[in-house]
């Protein structure tokens, strides 16, 4: 079997392993303190919109307010929020624009978004990224409900289906059953593995999906923000229903309770794949058993030994990650070139499969060998285009410069295997030195002078280490206290863990705005939250629907449905509107 899906359960962690031609593709892990939340779904409330940079963030009741740009705010926001607060709470002066919406360009609609938010507006969210590091999760006000097969589209009135279904004869075939089953008010997309589906397995799916919006719904009738209202499959479970079935032969498990779920979820969704499910009785640890113990741990080790004898070294500073390529044994110098060549070509070979297992994003920076011949340096480059192919994550190579460095930036997706099971050192902030205490607190005072005399702004929240909170604040005439008469501010300080004895972190009031930095250039901070805005809008968190062939649903009959769902599918609609009031 060329593709597996391994999974080792230790009781308080779960580690899965994604085997593709029996070597190590990629690499999950599961724990307490490191669970999915992507497809989460929430009602929450609106904390603060801030026009300036086309958002706005939500208490969702995480440790974090979520950030909804205005580009997530989707087609059906006005709809959702008349709906959860009252008619009323659409303003008078953007009804006008609601009732055209569908003639608006999307930088319109964005605008739209900013005049139809209000602090205070109940708001039904849905997490479309995971938080990392000091952000909160981005979430979408598109609510889509997955299934094996379909992914239901409440207030839709489209069916789309997954381009990468290639023939268009088996797009239209899909189009022409969900077109007379899919209930009015709930539009569709088609996953790639509905391929050669017949019609009784699309409707289960579809009834399967729609129940689950009845089960919010319901939810939702007594809900108060913020709370969660759906919880979307776990990491394994997840993977085994967008992986199993299409890409990968085989499930094999060592925990043999989670070997009993796994095979139950798979008798729903899949069932001719039960048998491909199996359980690791041997005594062997299954990593070894399949001989990926080696790569899973090269994954947490900055240093990665190739077979030729060379290395690689990763390491990240706070913008990038930079990779160091060094030689193997000495060759002579008449065969310096080859050697190098040799050595390079292997390093781009496991620098593309140490990103995708690392799941390291953003912008990476690799130094190879030097090489002489500009022939070779593109065969590097060439080399290491034919291996993204492999990866699922975008990626963008710049071919090598002068001075043997290619610059690479690649999708993050969630964050990196190491950081999502590690800590930085909270006292030193990993450096290995701390300042002394009269130093960060000048730092402090110096940026606060800063920000009371080049902005207009007259309140802040400071994030400081937990220890130097309790510094600040000690005595009744405390640090804290001294500073908002001085300079009369208002300083709200909160105590984070993440935050190092080095330094320290500013945002707006209520925001995760970080203006340290903006504060310290003497630049003005709405100059910068425009620009801001324009670069969050790229990075858009819901899914690009270029990849769909996307159609409106033909109404032939309103209260045409399949099967004997005739009076449910009516219920699916009547309930939403119903306990939305």
């Not at 590091?133 to 979408?140: M, V, Y």
């Not at 689950?212 to 759906?230: G, R, T």
């Not at 798979?266 to 070894?288: C, R, S, T």
């Not at 990476?364 to 080399?383: A, G, Q, S, T």
């Amino acid at each position: 079997m060329k593709n597996q899906i391994i999974i080792h359960s230790s009781g308080n962690q779960t580690r899965i392993a994604l085997l593709e031609n029996n070597e190590l593709a990629q690499l999950f892990i599961e724990s307490e303190e490191n669970q999915r939340t992507v497809g989460n779904i929430y009602v929450a409330r609106v904390h603060k919109v801030l026009g300036g940079i086309r958002a706005a963030f939500i208490d969702m009741g995480t440790p974090k307010d979520a950030f909804l740009h205005f580009s997530d705010a989707g087609d059906h926001l006005d709809e959702y929020v008349s709906k959860l607060n009252g008619p009323e709470a659409i303003p008078s002066h953007a009804r006008k624009d609601i009732q055209n919406k569908d003639n608006l360009s999307n930088v319109e609609k964005q605008v739209l978004a900013g005049k139809i938010l209000r602090t205070g507006q109940k708001l039904l969210v849905q997490i479309v990224k995971e938080p990392i590091g000091s952000k909160g999760p981005r979430i979408s006000t598109d609510i889509t409900i997955a299934g094996r097969f379909l992914v239901l589209i409440p207030m839709g009135d489209y069916i789309a289906v997954s381009k990468k279904i290639g023939h268009y004869k088996e797009r239209r075939r899909l189009k022409g059953i969900l077109n007379n089953m899919v209930p009015d008010g709930f539009g569709v997309i088609v996953r790639t593995v509905a391929q050669g589906q017949d019609k009784k397995a699309l409707e289960d799916d579809l009834r399967n999906v729609l129940q689950k919006w009845e089960q919010i719904v319901d939810k939702l009738e007594d809900a108060k923000p913020p709370s969660l209202l759906y919880r979307d499959l776990n990491m394994t479970e997840s993977l085994i229903r967008d992986l199993f079935a299409k890409n990968y032969d085989r499930v094999l498990i060592d925990d043999s309770e989670l070997y009993r779920q796994i095979k139950s979820y798979v008798g729903q969704i899949a069932p001719q794949m039960v048998p491909n499910v199996e359980l690791y009785k041997g005594k062997e640890h299954i990593f070894d058993y399949m001989k990926i113990a080696h790569d899973v741990n090269s994954i947490f080790s900055p240093r990665v030994r190739m077979k030729s004898g060379g290395y690689l070294i990763f390491e990240q500073t706070e913008a990038m990650y930079v990779v160091d390529v060094n030689s193997g044994p000495y060759a002579a110098k008449k065969r310096q070139e080859d050697n190098s060549l040799k050595t390079n070509l292997e390093a781009a070979r496991e620098i593309a499969k140490q990103l995708r297992l690392r799941d390291i994003g953003g912008i990476i920076v690799v130094d190879f060998i030097d090489l002489r011949d500009d022939k070779n340096r593109k065969k590097i480059y060439d080399e290491l285009k034919k291996e993204f192919i492999k990866d699922p994550a975008k990626t963008n190579v710049i071919g090598m410069s002068d001075f043997g460095l290619v610059q690479i930036t690649r999708q993050r997706i969630r964050p990196s295997v190491v950081n999502s099971v590690s800590k930085v050192c909270p006292v030193c902030g990993g450096s290995g030195n701390v300042v002394t205490e009269d130093t960060i607190l000048t730092d402090l005072e110096t940026w606060l002078s800063k920000f009371k005399h080049n902005t207009s702004y007259r309140a802040v929240d400071l994030y400081v280490n937990p220890y130097l909170k309790s510094v600040l604040t000690k005595g009744l005439f405390s640090t804290r206290w001294k500073w908002m008469a001085r300079f009369r501010i208002k300083v709200s300080l909160i105590g984070d863990e993440t935050v190092s004895m080095n330094e320290f972190r500013a945002t707006l009031v209520g925001s995760d705005i970080d203006i340290t930095d903006i504060v310290m250039r003497d630049e003005s901070i709405e100059e910068v939250l425009d620009r801001e805005g324009e670069l969050i809008e790229l990075e858009s968190g819901k899914s690009s629907k270029d990849g769909l062939d996307i159609s409106k649903k033909e109404r032939k009959n309103s209260n045409r449905t399949s099967g004997n769902n005739d009076n449910s599918n009516g219920r699916n609609n009547s309930k939403y509107y119903k306990s939305s009031n």
